[in-house]
């Protein structure tokens, strides 16, 4: 993770965009720039930032499904649970599969585990939009093929 | 059974917040009831899960934006219901 930058995924382990499922890893750094501000002498992954890494791994798959075709906009967050503290060092697991495929929308259920236990949990929402210039859909692209180890997808 | 438009209804009063004798057939979703595109993604994603269908959001969309459709013809609670309808009967055909 380099949270300062939102590179929430370090590596997506594994993917079935056609059953729209996907497992990736994140390791929270020891040191960042927004642990100087959350907390002081306590640092903690913020909430947010756990709910933009569930988005992100969602993202990755609804990508994938859309076969970067268009982008998956963070749209809705509803029933978050952020359930302990993240501290740095820590290796998450993140899971997210495919709630419903709509017109224009898609919903996610999507989950963090650390050492197999849930710690955070949330259904999210996004609308699916056209890129808004290559400039994005090229970076989309070259960071996936960066962190993507599944091997059920090549693009 | 609830009819579609019951269940339509109770949808977006679940969804909006909006009480339920303030949804009647003629109304429409955005200009009447205020609802909002975001709302409707939450409507749409819960009358796509009740009736099993796949509400065309980006068809129409696309059609409200070229002037080919007007906002009524789709989102006038009535005739959405109308749309839900020839949905369900297209899956079950």
Same mark, same amino acid.
């Given at each position: 993770?380099?949270?300062?930058?939102?590179?929430?995924?370090?590596?997506?382990?594994?993917?079935?965009?056609?059953?729209?499922?996907?497992?990736?890893?994140?390791?929270?750094?020891?040191?960042?720039?927004?642990?100087?501000?959350?907390?002081?002498?306590?640092?903690?992954?913020?909430?947010?930032?756990?709910?933009?890494?569930?988005?992100?791994?969602?993202?990755?798959?609804?990508?994938?499904?859309?076969?970067?075709?268009?982008?998956?906009?963070?749209?809705?967050?509803?029933?978050?649970?952020?359930?302990?503290?993240?501290?740095?060092?820590?290796?998450?697991?993140?899971?997210?599969?495919?709630?419903?495929?709509?017109?224009?929308?898609?919903?996610?259920?999507?989950?963090?585990?650390?050492?197999?236990?849930?710690?955070?949990?949330?259904?999210?929402?996004?609308?699916?939009?056209?890129?808004?210039?290559?400039?994005?859909?090229?970076?989309?692209?070259?960071?996936?093929?960066?962190?993507?180890?599944?091997?059920?997808?090549?693009? | 059974?609830?009819?579609?438009?019951?269940? +339509?209804?109770?949808?977006?009063?679940?969804?909006?917040?909006?009480?339920?004798?303030?949804?009647?057939?003629?109304?429409?979703?955005?200009?009447?009831?205020?609802?909002?595109?975001?709302?409707?993604?939450?409507?749409?994603?819960?009358?796509?899960?009740?009736?099993?269908?796949?509400?065309?959001?980006?068809?129409?969309?696309?059609?409200?934006?070229?002037?080919?459709?007007? +906002?009524?013809?789709?989102?006038?609670?009535?005739?959405?219901?109308?749309?839900?309808?020839?949905?369900?009967?297209?899956?079950?055909?």
């Amino acid at each position: 993770m380099l949270l300062e930058y939102f590179q929430m995924i370090d590596t997506v382990e594994e993917l079935d965009p056609d059953i729209g499922k996907v497992i990736a890893r994140a390791e929270v750094p020891m040191e960042s720039p927004v642990f100087e501000g959350h907390f002081p002498g306590s640092p903690l992954v913020p909430g947010v930032l756990l709910i933009e890494t569930m988005a992100q791994a969602s993202g990755f798959m609804l990508l994938s499904r859309l076969e970067f075709e268009k982008m998956p906009f963070l749209a809705n967050v509803s029933s978050a649970k952020l359930r302990t503290f993240v501290e740095p060092g820590e290796i998450l697991r993140v899971e997210a599969e495919l709630e419903h495929d709509g017109s224009g929308f898609a919903a996610t259920k999507a989950r963090i585990f650390r050492d197999g236990k849930k710690i955070c949990d949330s259904h999210l929402m996004f609308r699916i939009m056209a890129f808004p210039n290559d400039t994005l859909k090229n970076n989309m692209l070259d960071r996936f093929s960066q962190i993507n180890q599944a091997s059920a997808l090549t693009l | 059974m609830a009819t579609t438009f019951e269940a +339509v209804a109770e949808i977006i009063s679940d969804t909006s917040d909006i009480p339920l004798d303030e949804i009647t057939p003629e109304k429409n979703a955005f200009t009447d009831l205020g609802i909002d595109s975001l709302d409707f993604l939450d409507i749409a994603f819960a009358i796509d899960k009740n009736f099993g269908i796949k509400i065309p959001l980006e068809k129409w969309t696309e059609e409200l934006n070229e002037n080919k459709a007007s +906002v009524d013809e789709y989102f006038v609670l009535s005739k959405l219901c109308d749309r839900i309808d020839e949905l369900i009967a297209a899956k079950d055909a």
